[in-house]
């Protein structure tokens, strides 16, 4: 059995959180130099997953299986464009998900719907950008 000392309880307990709390407020202001970006299969609960595929020259982005109702997530530098395909059973949707917002906003939100895709800055105001076209089948 292991005892642990004032010493020891001291670093855990006071040092550890004032280094954790040191290391966070050292990005304080860089967040204008990113944004989160949120892609949501809003698609009905009995849909097969779709798969979303986003690139950029820096950065790729692959998700095989996202189901009716769940997001995906990932932050990313905010001047990067990405493209991006999005592909449900026999369709395929394109996009890219830094298109310029005069908002200031910190954060995009995508959502995946049966008549296309939308786009919101707050989550709340979504503005069609594109609906489903037909992938080549061999």
Request: with cysteine; aromatic share 14%; hydrophobic share 40%.
């Amino acid at each position: 059995m292991a005892f642990y000392g004032i010493n020891d309880l001291f670093l855990v307990y006071l040092v550890l959180p004032l280094c954790l709390i040191r290391y966070s407020t050292a990005f304080i202001g860089q967040g204008d130099r990113f944004t989160v970006i949120h892609v949501f299969n809003a698609l009905p609960s009995n849909s097969m997953p779709i798969s979303l595929s986003c690139n950029s020259k820096d950065i790729s982005v692959n998700v095989n299986m996202l189901q009716a109702h769940e997001e995906y997530v990932w932050t990313m530098e905010r001047e990067v464009l990405m493209s991006c395909v999005a592909q449900w059973d026999d369709k395929s949707i394109a996009f890219k998900t830094s298109e310029p917002s005069n908002t200031g906003c910190d954060e995009s939100f995508w959502s995946v719907l049966l008549d296309g895709i939308y786009r919101s800055w707050d989550g709340k105001k979504w503005i069609g950008l594109a609906v489903w076209g037909t992938k080549n089948k061999p």
